[in-house]
T-cell receptor
Framework: DAEITQSPRHKITETGRQVTLACHQT?????MFWYRQDLGHGLRLIHYSYGVQDTNKGEVSDGYSVSRSNTEDLPLTLESAASSQTSVYFCASSETDGALFFGPGTRLLVL | GNSVTQMEGPVTLSEEAFLTINCTYT??????LFWYVQYPGEGLQLLLKATKADDKGSNKGFEATYRKETTSFHLEKGSVQVSDSAVYFCAQQTGANNLFFGTGTRLTVIP
């Protein structure tokens, strides 16, 4: 069965370190997204991609970057982790009808 | 700009009670509308969607009707079960393939 996976599921890091969160989907979807979920804010879009070599900034992109070298993967990098980036991160993919398929999430704690 | 407003939670109901979770939106044009559900420790799952005015989305006993005149997409279920306890998110499609989410409404159903 097609799926979308994220790793690691839990991560603790220190302020200032670079962190990369992996996202891998086997739906063969062109569109991939990264969201963060925080209490009182719901889900906010960080970055998204409509295909290989395409990346776009979302609502809360500062301090984050992504790259899309193939259809299946969209890794999210925190260049220099900050305590404000403690959150739960969700990757998602979709085709053109807007319905998103979400991964299980990565819980990140920045100390 | 685009926005989605959901009723504040949490909502606590007894089993077999009637559920309504209100959702209103602001948008230019007529976006597709969605309800997603998030069970504890999991990513979001699509519950139902509607793509144009007067469409009714339905799934697992849940329903929502796209009301253009009131810019609403309220979620309803006639008889909730304990297994429906989750966080529910209303969302609208913005741009080509992006979704803008409400802040979520936590539902707890007690036996």
């Amino acid at each position: 069965d097609a799926e979308i996976t994220q790793s690691p599921r839990h991560k603790i890091t220190e302020t200032g370190r670079q962190v990369t969160l992996a996202c891998h989907q086997t739906w063969n979807h062109n569109n991939m997204f990264w969201y963060r979920q925080d209490l009182g804010h719901g889900l906010r879009l960080i970055h998204y991609s409509y295909g290989v070599q395409d990346t776009n900034k979302g609502e809360v992109s500062d301090g984050y970057s992504v790259s899309r070298s193939n259809t299946e993967d969209l890794p999210l990098t925190l260049e220099s982790a900050a305590s404000s980036q403690t959150s739960v991160y969700f990757c998602a993919s979709s085709e053109t009808d807007g319905a998103l398929f979400f991964g299980p999430g990565t819980r990140l704690l920045v100390l | 700009g685009n926005s989605v407003t959901q009723m504040e939670g949490p909502v606590t109901l007894s089993e077999e009670a009637f559920l309504t979770i209100n959702c209103t939106y602001t948008a230019t044009g007529y976006p597709s509308l969605f309800w997603y559900v998030q069970y504890p420790g999991e990513g979001l799952q699509l519950l139902l969607k509607a793509t144009k005015a007067d469409d009714k989305g339905s799934n697992k006993g849940f329903e929502a009707t796209y009301r253009k005149e009131t810019t609403s997409f309220h979620l309803e279920k006639g008889s909730v079960q304990v297994s429906d306890s989750a966080v529910y998110f209303c969302a609208q499609q913005t741009g080509a393939n992006n979704l803008f989410f409400g802040t979520g409404t936590r539902l707890t159903v007690i036996p």
